[in-house]
């Protein structure tokens, strides 16, 4: 499965943006999708999750009640809502797959093995 990140761009703290994550390929392993941002010498760091078939979310506490995640299976994109932009969340986001695990609540970038290049988001204050 491939996986292309679009939606990025420059906004002002207090905005909004929305993420859209394309999926092509072979989606039928696929158990959730999620976002990771990472910026310059910091490690990538979980934004939220979903699960493909039922839709359920996780959220990295530092962004819950600010971002919403969703997903439209038809089209096969995975969208990241999000509000209330603050300068910290500037960085690259990466959207990545993920395969059967018993729990979606899975903040380890190492369980995700398809990823997208990333799109850069940027807020300014």
């Known amino acids: 499965v491939q996986l292309e990140e679009s939606g990025g761009g420059l906004a002002q703290a207090g905005g909004s943006l929305r993420l859209s994550c394309a999926l092509s390929?072979?989606?039928?392993?696929?158990?959730?999708v999620g976002w990771f941002r990472q910026t310059p010498g910091k490690e990538r760091e979980f934004v939220a999750t979903?699960?493909?078939?039922?839709?359920?979310?996780y959220y990295a506490d530092s962004v819950e009640s600010r971002f919403t995640i969703s997903r439209d299976n038809v089209k096969n994109t995975v969208y990241l809502q999000m509000n209330s932009l603050k300068p910290e969340d500037t960085a690259v986001y990466h959207c990545?797959?993920?395969?059967?695990?018993?729990?979606?609540?899975?903040?380890?970038?190492?369980?995700?093995?398809?990823w997208g290049p990333g799109t850069q988001v940027t807020v300014s204050s």
């Open positions: 979903i699960s493909w078939s039922g839709g359920r979310t």
């Open positions: 390929g072979d989606s039928s392993n696929i158990f959730g």
């Open positions: 990545a797959s993920v395969p059967p695990r018993h729990t979606i609540e899975i903040e380890n970038s190492g369980h995700y093995n398809h």
